[in-house]
Nanobody
Framework: QVQLMESGGGSVQAGGSLRLSCVGS??????????MAWFRQAPGEERGKVAT????????YYVDSVKGRFTISLDNAKNSLYLQMNNLTPEDTAMYYC???????????????????WGQGTQVTVSS
């Protein structure tokens, strides 16, 4: 069972940047082709997908609201997944979660239930 741990959250003003990190233990990200993802959940809302990365090809997917502002990346040597977030807005305020799932989890229509490993989350707060 892969264990994931996020870090890098914090409080920033609108227009600022943060870089979230997710370190995996157990099986390395590079041992098999998997789907890695970042989700977020604001109070009173459902957990929603932010970005995905398929380790086999490096293909990336972003939800429309973060395209051009967020970048998902992977460092196999460090067993780490990242989310670079630029030009943050108050609407980006949420708890951010790292997730790992099978290949088909990277299908755009796949839901959070498809993912098998989750981190504990890291809070991002953006003030106006």
């Amino acid at each position: 069972q892969v264990q994931l741990m996020e870090s890098g959250g914090g409080s920033v003003q609108a227009g600022g940047s943060l870089r979230l990190s997710c370190v995996g233990s157990g099986n390395s990200f590079s041992n098999e082709d998997v789907c890695m993802a970042w989700f977020r959940q604001a109070p009173g809302e459902e957990r929603g997908k932010v970005a995905t990365l398929y380790t086999g090809t490096g293909n990336r997917y972003y939800v429309d609201s973060v395209k051009g502002r967020f970048t998902i990346s992977l460092d196999n040597a460090k067993n780490s997944l990242y989310l670079q977030m630029n030009n943050l807005t108050p609407e980006d305020t949420a708890m951010y979660y790292c997730a790992r799932g099978p290949i088909f989890a990277c299908v755009a229509s796949a839901t959070s239930e498809t993912y098998t490993s989750w981190g504990q989350g890291t809070q991002v707060t953006v003030s106006s």
